[in-house]
């Protein structure tokens, strides 16, 4: 059908529609009119997806003092499932022979909507890692006795105040997450360097657990929690149900921390020169474990300490000071056995518990 219709003309009346053929071409003009209908139904629902996203920002959560550096869960749960809930729409309107007006901008939304949620989840893995490892190597005393893992942290720490920073100067969830190639590179290099750090960290633990079997009776957070705070000793009030049997509190006092640390001393020594002569690093590892030791018990003595606290942690160090020099002496001189002489001329603290007693041994007198 060859007709044109001027329908702005004030002329233009019904009559003139009459008046054309439509008849011959009825099932031509109901293709189009359908056509027109279903693509007025897409454009309306592909609409309301944009709309619903044009006005979907992110909510944050204060992280301690730090400031609002998380994510709030529930907000960003609701945003996910949204999410998927759109695409469940775009798929219907994709899927939809009447969509070629629309088809290029469906597609983009696909596109947009399934790479946010990949980033958020990704965002979400490494807010989850980064706020567990933020306790340890934030401060604290595990942060010191593992500084590589720490400068890489610290790291990180400022790549992550970048990336909520810009979340907050735009909140916008599609636009926060679409604009800027940045969060596709970073985040998973955050994660990749997180992971690292966390590496480290279980291995830190497993030795601290061998050092200390009654450590694998606690949870990496408990554990993370007592070493963590290792120059406050009574930290660990709340643990102890869960290191010793039957032990729910004790009285620290200054002579027993100073028999305790030469007991542990002597005693992880001569395991050591036990296991030297199947074990070539264990000497090493003995040896670096006491200089952690003795780096915690510095590290409190610049802290604001009464003068008792003081003059005890001042004793505890002058005394480890000589136990490690002893050993590391011992490691330079090659000795594998708890039965050489260099070993068995010092002076070596054993507890009795048969006898519930202290025993302190020099040679084979005791």
Not at 44 to 55: C, F, I, Y
Request: proline share 2%; charged share 25%; aromatic share 10%.
């Amino acid at each position: 059908m060859n007709q044109d219709f001027d329908v702005h003309s004030e002329t233009f009346k019904l009559s003139n529609i009459m008046e054309a053929p439509l008849l011959k071409y009825k099932e031509e003009i109901e293709d189009i009119c359908i056509s027109a209908v279903k693509e007025k139904d897409i454009e309306q629902k592909l609409k309301l997806v944009l709309a619903e996203w044009d006005n979907r920002y992110f909510t944050f959560a204060n992280f301690k003092s730090r400031g609002e550096l998380l994510l709030r869960g529930d907000n960003t749960s609701e945003i996910i499932s949204l999410a998927e809930d759109s695409l469940m729409v775009l798929a219907s309107l994709l899927n939809n022979r009447y969509n070629g007006p629309f088809k290029e901008l469906i597609q983009k939304w696909v596109h947009n909507l399934s790479s946010t949620i990949d980033i958020i989840e990704s965002w979400l893995t490494v807010q989850n890692l980064w706020v567990y490892l933020e306790a340890v190597f934030v401060g604290g005393d595990i942060a010191k006795q593992l500084p590589k893992e720490a400068k890489r942290f610290s790291n990180i720490d400022k790549s992550w105040m970048k990336i909520m920073n810009r979340a907050h100067e735009v909140p916008n969830v599609v636009q926060c997450c679409m604009g800027d190639e940045a969060m596709v590179r970073l985040l998973p290099h955050l994660l990749e360097q997180l992971e690292i750090c966390q590496k480290s960290l279980t291995g830190y633990l497993e030795k601290k657990r061998l050092i200390f079997p009654r450590f694998f009776f606690v949870s990496d957070p408990t554990l993370l929690e007592i070493l963590g705070q290792a120059s406050d000793s009574h930290t660990i009030q709340s643990h102890l149900l869960n290191v010793f049997d039957n032990i729910k509190s004790v009285l620290f006092q200054e002579t027993v921390g100073l028999l305790g640390i030469q007991m542990i001393w002597t005693r992880d020594a001569q395991d050591a020169l036990r296991l030297a002569k199947g074990d070539s690093k264990i000497m090493q590892t003995t040896n670096q474990y006491f200089l952690e030791m003795l780096n915690i018990l510095i590290g409190t003595t610049t802290k604001d300490l009464d003068v008792n606290k003081r003059v005890k942690y001042e004793t505890l160090i002058t005394i480890h000071v000589h136990q490690r020099d002893i050993f590391d002496e011992l490691c330079r001189m090659q000795i594998k056995s708890p039965t050489d002489f260099e070993w068995l001329k010092q002076c070596r603290f054993y507890f009795n518990e048969d006898a519930d007693k202290m025993k302190i041994v020099i040679t084979d007198v005791d």
